[in-house]
């Protein structure tokens, strides 16, 4: 059985090494990469970005659904714990990083 300190080191976020994070780009610049390609831009419009894509002012065709709440139950985890995400406060998770690794099993 591993000991707390172990598990606790284990969830730690790991990072590759050499890799360089890209530079942030807003969405209109995205819009404006590669502007020649058609599949490239009918698949930008499929995401929502670029001249093709439908207005964000265009009334969705479904009912509306808010996902206010993001729970992670594993066996795994200790009896009766979970990981809880309140999606109503996006940025209160901006600094933790949670790692999901495969062959664990959540609900």
Same mark, same amino acid.
Do not use: C
């Given at each position: 059985m591993s000991?707390?300190?172990e598990d606790a080191k284990e969830l730690q976020p790991t990072f $590759?090494? =050499?890799y360089k994070l890209g530079?942030?780009?807003t969405v209109d610049e995205y819009a404006e990469l590669d502007k020649g390609d058609e599949s490239l831009n009918r698949w930008k419009a499929s995401?929502?970005?670029?001249?093709? $894509?439908p207005e964000a002012s265009a009334k969705p065709s479904g009912p =509306?659904?808010?996902v206010t709440e993001l729970f992670l139950e594993s066996p795994t985890l @200790? @009896?009766?714990h979970s990981i809880k995400f309140d999606l109503?406060? $996006?940025g209160a998770h901006k600094d933790k990083v949670v790692n999901i690794k495969e062959d664990v099993e959540y609900k």
């Amino acid at each position: 059985m591993s000991s707390h300190d172990e598990d606790a080191k284990e969830l730690q976020p790991t990072f $590759a090494q =050499g890799y360089k994070l890209g530079e942030k780009k807003t969405v209109d610049e995205y819009a404006e990469l590669d502007k020649g390609d058609e599949s490239l831009n009918r698949w930008k419009a499929s995401l929502g970005i670029g001249a093709e $894509a439908p207005e964000a002012s265009a009334k969705p065709s479904g009912p =509306g659904v808010t996902v206010t709440e993001l729970f992670l139950e594993s066996p795994t985890l @200790p @009896p009766g714990h979970s990981i809880k995400f309140d999606l109503n406060n $996006a940025g209160a998770h901006k600094d933790k990083v949670v790692n999901i690794k495969e062959d664990v099993e959540y609900k």
